[in-house]
């Protein structure tokens, strides 16, 4: 009787977002077309007493656990894989770099309705226009239905034939009601249009703004190099033109044929990047970022995958997003923290921005005015292209930087006397002006003054902030607020007094010195709703508000032409830290902020108040420039072994329990010896610089090395090692790779 033949059972190999560091493997069902199935369909899996979303890595009939043990697959829930090899290979190396397990990884790069299993599929979205009806009528007469008249509005203003479901949405999430009542009155229909795909054959609108010789040449270098991975480092002083670069390298590429990556640190950059980019070109254009609906981020998701839009303008959760035929990678402001993921996944946009492009040979233009220390040195290697734009485009020139010494000078609630009437000056000249302070909330103490008692958080090692306007105290780490005091808790008495400053307190001043004005105040507790933010912005460049005060959103990328005053109220603040990065951020911010002022045909002048005018950081930034600041510090960190003369991770360690961090590092002390092999320096533990937050007292370890290579491969053998610790599982713990801060 002849043999039986024994099929050995297909296994796939699948990563799950839990946070361990190891792939699973499972029983692939008998009857599946595995000729069909590739790496990187998404599988719904048993794991536990549950199920997970798993992602698709091998197919092997390998497995080190017996496969009697392995549990069947439930589903594959994609008929076609939704993430390319190369894709794959770049979270591969994203979980290597950045030692996090591949699962939550992966799972980073996909919008939320995709990890939950649901389907990848575009549904078609209705689009809407104007009747004849419709385009002929006076909005106006709808003035009894405000709701009707606004979106009547809508359409007769927008620039676009048709409206669709998701840009109706994001103008406003009521939009439905009224629409409805339109179509009723025939005023709106739904649009034929054909919701099939077809690439359009002319890329742009509108044509090109005429270059000067400095953004010809940055042009023309990135577009001879766009079938290679080149690193191009767009250096130019705020106002130079560095959109107008990028607008006509991208209009080369979408000729081309392929798509573009446009990444920005801020959600607040989007709104008008997109705008110019609408009015350039004639192409779809996807945007990605936090403030959209989970729906939104799906469709923009699921039309770069496809190709069936070209641009992708997002921040840096877009950075993972897969792209069909991806051909230029653009980081605006590259110098920008925003790029560094500061939880769970803590990666850099721009450093994982660098390696995509490699994978797939395509170039990458960073620009900002005030590049990285990083980014220098690497131009200094030649490792990065410098593109310099020396100049500001047009008829606008640098403004001037002035230092006002405060010392024993009277002041208003932050404002000096001598501001107090620049501010008089410019406004007499129909000009705007913009005051700086990077602290929002009215002022961030509450003392008594009768003994010393201050308002603390409970949980954290900080001052409770006090927000006058909502009556309340609030903690600006853990967010916790309660009502504000009447009477201190210490001596009942009533002399409870604010010191310090916050943008509540200086518009508080400026509404009493300048009644007949309008003053905008633009932080996180004004611009939280949906559309504040663009409406300010909007009212700004129309000239109808005279002062605007605010946070450093406001310190970057913003183009405001009538802004001609521009005071940074605080500089003092951001000298006196133990972060070694502190001095570059500060610069930065002090370049940015000042590069709002005298950005069209009218001259910009730019106050700092300070009570260190002699102090080397704020003299060199005004009588050298950014580069000279930054040739001077990267020499500092030079002889003094930081970055970027080597390279740091940093492991944080928290629990609500005070002694389990320091019992951790101690069992973690007994280790590192054990499996370190190279000159890997360990400094601490030590408590961090702010030792208890929302309740967790927090320790720190950093690891240094000059060679990355060699801290990588530390890390490598610890990582594993550390986890199986039993102290281990009493704290929490993160590892910060490359960190941009020691907080």
Known sequence: MPKLQVVDPVIFRVAI???VYRLFDYIAPADLDLKAIKPGVRLEVPFGKSKKIAYLLEITQQSDIDVTKLKPIIRVLDQQSLLSSKDLRLLQWASDYYQHPLGEVISTAFPTALRQGKPAELKVEKHYCLTELGKAIDSSDLKRTPKQKNLLEKFQTSAEATLSEAELAEWNQQWRPALNLLITKQLLAESAINTTYIAPKVVIKNQPLTCNPQQQTAINNVCSHLTSFNTFLLEGVTGSGKTEVYLQIIQTVLEQGSQVLVLVPEITLTPQLEARFKHRFAVNIAI????????QRQIAWLQMQSGQCSIMLGTRSALFTPLKRLGLIILDEEHDGSFKQQEGFRFSARDV??????????????????PSLESLHNVNKQRYTLLHLPERAGNSTEPTLQLLDIRNKAIQEGLSDALIGEIHKTLAKNEQVLLFLNRRGFAPTLICHGCGWVARCLYCDA???IHYDEGRLRCHHCERDQQLLKQCPDCKSAQLTPLGLGTERVE??????????????LDRDTTQRKGVLENYLQQIN??????????????????FPNVTLVAILDVDSGLFSIDFHASEKLAQMIVQVSGRAGRADKPGKVIMQTRQPEHPLLTTLITQGYNSFAKTVLEERKEATLPPFSYQALLRVQSLEPEAPKLFFQALAELIPIIKKHHTLVLGPVAAPMAKRAGQYRYQMLFQNTRRVELQAFLKTLMPAMTQLKQAKKVRWSLDVDPIDLY
């Open 508 to 521: 508080r001043v400026l509404a009493e010195l300048f009644a007949d004005k309008v003053i905008v105040r």
């Open 463 to 465: 001052n409770l902030v």
């Open 288 to 295: 990605s970022h936090s403030k959209l609906t989970d729906k």
């Open 542 to 559: 129309a000239g109808s508000i005279d002062i605007i005060l605010g946070t450093q959103m406001l310190a970057k990328g913003h183009h």
């Open 17 to 19: 977002p839990v946070p």
């Open 353 to 370: 921005a660098l390696v995509r492009a490699k994978l797939l040979s395509v170039p990458v233009v960073l620009g900002s005015a005030t």
